[in-house]
């Protein structure tokens, strides 16, 4: 079991959920980092989600296994729940 400062991206959805500021630091292998739009991106209503990521969406078919989804984002899409339902 992780301890609660070895689990750095729970801890940051967590705080952000109970009303905390949190900030989310992106570092790629080949050493570019920036900040990401985090836990405020993760718990965004799909209305306000980026235009590309909503039109990804509408594409989906089929059924949908959603691995590594955070805070769960994904799930609150129309074509997800839409997909769930005639599942």
Do not use: N
Request: proline content about 3%; some cysteine.
């Amino acid at each position: 079991m992780l301890k609660r400062a070895q689990d750095a991206y729970g801890q940051l959805i967590y705080d952000f959920y109970r009303g905390k500021d949190a900030m989310e630091l992106v570092e790629r292998d080949d050493g570019w980092i920036t900040d990401s739009g985090g836990p405020r991106d993760y718990f965004a209503l799909f209305s306000r989600w980026p235009k590309h990521h909503r039109q990804a969406m509408r594409s989906v078919r089929g059924r949908v296994l959603d691995i590594g989804a955070g805070a769960g984002r994904v799930s609150q899409g129309p074509t997800y729940i839409a997909i769930l339902c005639k599942s």
